[in-house]
Antibody
Framework: EVQLVESGGGLVQPGGSLRLSCAGS????????MTWVRQAPGKGLEWVAN????????YYADSVKGRFTISRDNAKNSLYLQMASLRADDTAFYYC??????????WGQGTLVIVSS | QSALTQPASVSGSPGQTITISCTGT?????????VSWYQQHPGKAPKLMIS???NRPSGVSNRFSASKSANTASLTISGLQAEDEADYYC???????????FGTGTRVTVL
């Protein structure tokens, strides 16, 4: 069974940094593009970033470009999102997902990031 | 990049058929066959229902179908059931600097 488990969320002050992790199991992690999607409480979904199988290609939403960095460690079956210069509008549930056929077929349960003073 | 436009809410009685629209532009929905649909129950992660405009993943009920015409994609739920009550989001690949855009979301209510 495919499992994705996010961690690392929490309360952070504006301008601060946070690193999210996503641990995958039940599938060959290195065979999938991986993605981060976020959802502000009570709001819609927003695509954040994705990364190629070997980490050689990375793409970002304009809203996070230059502040967030996606990375992966296939040996550890893990995906990461390093977030810096955090703003109040970055407050959201952050989901990791496997990327297949231009869609996201497996999702984690999400981790909540709250940016507030 | 603006979000794709979906109706805020759609409702129907059990057994009925409903359709959710997702309107974009030639830069996203109309330009690529990379539209997907997601179901999200309150407090839960999204679930993939349709990929590449009309492909239904294994395990998704065949009561769910989808299509696309010009700049508008559509998700149809037939034989509406209580368990279908949820939020639904479309998503498309785009030619903009942000490669994927979601729809505004539609709340489906089963009367």
């Amino acid at each position: 069974e495919v499992q994705l488990v996010e961690s690392g969320g929490g309360l952070v002050q504006p301008g601060g940094s946070l690193r999210l992790s996503c641990a995958g199991s039940g599938f060959i992690f290195g065979s999938y593009w991986m993605t981060w999607v976020r959802q502000a409480p009570g709001k819609g979904l927003e695509w954040v970033a994705n990364i190629k199988l070997d980490g050689s290609e990375k793409y970002y939403a304009d809203s996070v470009k230059g502040r967030f960095t996606i990375s992966r460690d296939n040996a550890k079956n893990s995906l990461y999102l390093q977030m810096a210069s955090l703003r109040a509008d970055d407050t959201a549930f952050y989901y990791c997902a496997t990327h297949l056929n231009w869609a996201w077929d497996n999702w984690g349960q999400g981790t909540l990031v709250i940016v507030s003073s | 990049q603006s979000a794709l436009t979906q109706p805020a809410s759609v409702s129907g009685s059990p057994g009925q058929t409903i359709t959710i629209s997702c309107t974009g532009t030639t830069s996203d929905v109309g330009g690529y066959n990379y539209v997907s649909w997601y179901q999200q129950h309150p407090g839960k992660a999204p679930k993939l229902m349709i990929s590449e405009v009309s492909n239904r993943p294994s395990g998704v009920s065949n009561r769910f179908s989808a299509s696309k015409s010009a700049n508008t994609a559509s998700l149809t739920i037939s034989g509406l059931q209580a368990e279908d009550e949820a939020d639904y989001y479309c998503c498309s690949y785009t030619s903009s600097s942000t490669p994927y855009v979601f729809g505004t979301g539609t709340r489906v209510t089963v009367l």
